[in-house]
């Protein structure tokens, strides 16, 4: 039956060829002389993997390889060049061959969701003109820190998996519109989120979530889900603690990053000699209240923002957004809506 479809299409010069639910468990090789076909059906078969035979399919922008009983990537696909849309949801893969990923560089949208994929290999940033990233109930318990190079992403979606934390790479996808992260085991998300300033649409509930880091507020967002969290409850208490002793090490840097600030000073011109001290500093950060830099010592403390009064979305829930004090000298001045982070 297969081989007259094939036939058919032949005559009809057509530009899709559908396989879909034929109970097929290979792929006639015949396929392959349907050079003209852009998009190729093989969805809902018994498929464990494609003839080397369908490398000739130059011209194939879509390929649908979803519900079948793939375990990896067919090594095939690397040899499509002008493949945009590859569908692999609903499969038995559990990894992703670096070699098949490296082969895929124009495609925008991957669909990879109900698999077993445990781990991306650093490759996907082979990826590079990906817009839609789909992984959706899998068992993913981390991301690459190459995830940072697909600059022209629009989309994630890491839905029920196991992440129980994020690289700070991903807010380097300036680009991204749509985060959905419900349903893992994420505690906390990096700082500097106020990177994804395209960012519209953000889903972590389900997660262990206890506060949104620093900035979340300025973000512009138009829809967040993020019930079943375990966020932090306003509560009263006094401050038992009013000054703390900073350590030789945190002072040094405090006055260095100061000085640091100014571009043409010579402390700044002196830094670029000494590469070492320069990556020991890069992780500072800057008082909410006084905006004097700190490098490790600091107070977190957490301001409740209203999602419709604070970030003018429709929701009228409030939500806490981590903020970081330099010292206590600054926590207990008057005047500020910041509350320090107590066990009790």
């Known amino acids: 039956m297969a081989n007259n479809l094939v ?32 998009i190729l059906y093989l969805n809902n078969n018994y498929l464990t993997t ?18 079948n009983s793939l375990e990896e990537i067919p090594s095939v696909l690397r040899y499509l060049n002008s493949l945009k849309k590859l569908y692999l949801f609903g499969n038995h893969i559990t990894r992703l061959s670096p070699e098949v990923l490296e082969g895929l560089h124009h495609l ?8 077993r994929i445990t781990v ?21 318990e981390e991301l690459p820190v190459e995830i940072g190079f ?26 991204l519109d749509r985060l959905y992260l419900a349903r893992n085991n994420l505690s906390e998300l990096p700082e500097g989120v106020i990177g994804l300033m395209k960012l519209r ?6 997660n262990r979530l206890s506060m949104f880091p620093v900035d979340f507020q300025f973000l512009t967002l138009k829809e967040l889900l993020c019930e079943g969290n375990p966020f932090v409850k306003s509560e ?44 020991l500093l890069a992780d500072w950060g800057s008082c909410s209240l006084c905006l004097q830099p700190f490098l490790t010592t600091w107070l977190e403390c957490v301001r409740f923002v209203n999602l419709r009064k604070d970030m003018k979305m429709r929701s009228s829930q409030t939500i806490p957004v981590r903020v970081q004090l330099c010292s206590y000298k600054c926590f207990n001045k008057s005047g500020h809506s910041y509350y320090g982070v107590a066990s009790v």
Do not use: C, W
Request: net charge positive; hydrophobic share 40%.
């Open 108 to 115: 925008t949208l991957l669909n990879l969701n109900h698999n």
């Open 236 to 279: 009263l208490m006094e401050s038992v603690q009013a000054v703390e002793v900073l350590s030789l090490k945190e002072l040094s840097a405090r006055r260095i990053l100061a000085e640091d600030k100014s571009r043409f000073g010579v402390v700044h011109k002196a830094l670029s000699y000494h590469p070492g001290l320069s990556l």
């Open 50 to 67: 494609l003839p080397v035979e369908l490398q000739t399919l130059q011209s194939l922008t879509e390929l649908n390889l979803g519900n």
């Open 7 to 38: 036939i058919r299409a032949l005559k009809a010069n057509s530009k899709s060829f559908d396989l879909s639910s034929k109970k097929m468990t290979q792929v006639p090789k015949s396929v392959a002389r349907l050079t003209h076909v852009l």
């Open 201 to 206: 649409v953000l889903d972590v509930a389900g």
């Open 120 to 140: 991306l290999p650093p490759e996907i940033k082979s990826l590079s003109n990906i817009e839609t990233l789909s992984l959706l109930d899998n068992q993913l």
């Open 150 to 175: 697909l600059k022209k992403m629009v989309e994630i979606n890491l839905t029920n998996n196991k992440l129980a934390r994020l690289p700070k790479q991903i807010y380097s996808l300036s680009q």
